[in-house]
């Protein structure tokens, strides 16, 4: 086999193969959104149907009060991290840290790996 023809299959693997690790990576994300989504509109409803709107449930007037994020209007067209990023960051209560954090894990594609909660 010539060199020329060797190297035109190896590129042509190689396409192969950046195509196929694409398209998981595309699916993976649109799994994670959808079950972000999804968690969100569980929770909305339960907010809605369970609690009558009310930001807190009768019961959870008794417990530690949760940090929120300043100015924060949250739908589901700005879910844009996995499940387990933002199990994570609940977790951070600094909200200059959570924040920083959700915006370097949006920007530059951060696996859960990079930040860890002490």
């Known amino acids: 086999m010539s060199n020329i023809k060797q ?36 929770g909305r409803m339960i907010v809605v149907e369970e609690q009558n709107g009310k930001e ?3 019961y959870g007037k008794q417990q530690t009060v949760s940090a929120k994020s300043e100015n924060a209007i949250i739908s589901k067209d700005n879910l844009q991290l996995s499940w387990s ?11 200059n840290e959570r924040k920083f954090y959700e915006i370097e894990s949006i920007n ?3 696996s859960l790996r990079v930040k860890t909660i002490d």
């Open 7 to 42: 190297y035109n299959q190896l590129d042509f693997y190689t396409k192969v193969a950046n195509l196929l690790k694409e398209s998981r990576k595309s699916v993976v994300q649109t799994i994670n959104k959808t079950m972000v989504c999804t968690y969100f509109e569980i």
């Open 56 to 58: 807190r449930a009768e």
């Open 85 to 95: 990023h933002y199990l994570l960051l609940m977790r951070i209560n600094n909200s």
């Open 108 to 110: 530059n594609n951060w």
